[in-house]
Nanobody
Framework: QVQLVESGGGLVQAGGSLRLSCAASGSIPVFNAMIWYRQAPGKQRELVARITSGGYTNYADSVKGRFTISRDNAKNTVYLQMNSLKPEDTAVYYC?????????WGQGTQVTVSS
């Protein structure tokens, strides 16, 4: 059983920063690819950032240069550093991974950016 637990969301003013964490536990390799998604009210869930087992990263165009995904393999934790936040970044942020033919999602963490 794999569990993903996000934390770090909250309310921040535009231009501020937050760091989200996603701690993975259970039978999952430390180097498994991990993805951050987000879903704003009334919108589809969208990919925000991804980090592969080899450390390759890619980002949605809307967050390039502002967000950074990273991982601490010793803690089996993935982070999303979010800088220069904008009101349009307001969403529930989810951690995701795919392993052994299964999709695993975290419970989500709310990020609200006020203007």
């Amino acid at each position: 059983q794999v569990q993903l637990v996000e934390s770090g969301g909250g309310l921040v003013q535009a231009g501020g920063s937050l760091r989200l964490s996603c701690a993975a536990s259970g039978s999952i390799p430390v180097f498994n690819a991990m993805i951050w998604y987000r879903q704003a009210p009334g919108k589809q869930r969208e990919l925000v950032a991804r980090i592969t087992s080899g450390g390759y990263t890619n980002y949605a165009d809307s967050v390039k240069g502002r967000f950074t995904i990273s991982r601490d393999n010793a803690k089996n934790t993935v982070y999303l550093q979010m800088n220069s936040l904008k009101p349009e970044d307001t969403a529930v942020y989810y951690c995701f991974t795919h392993y052994d033919l299964h999709d695993y999602w975290g419970q989500g963490t709310q990020v609200t950016v006020s203007s």
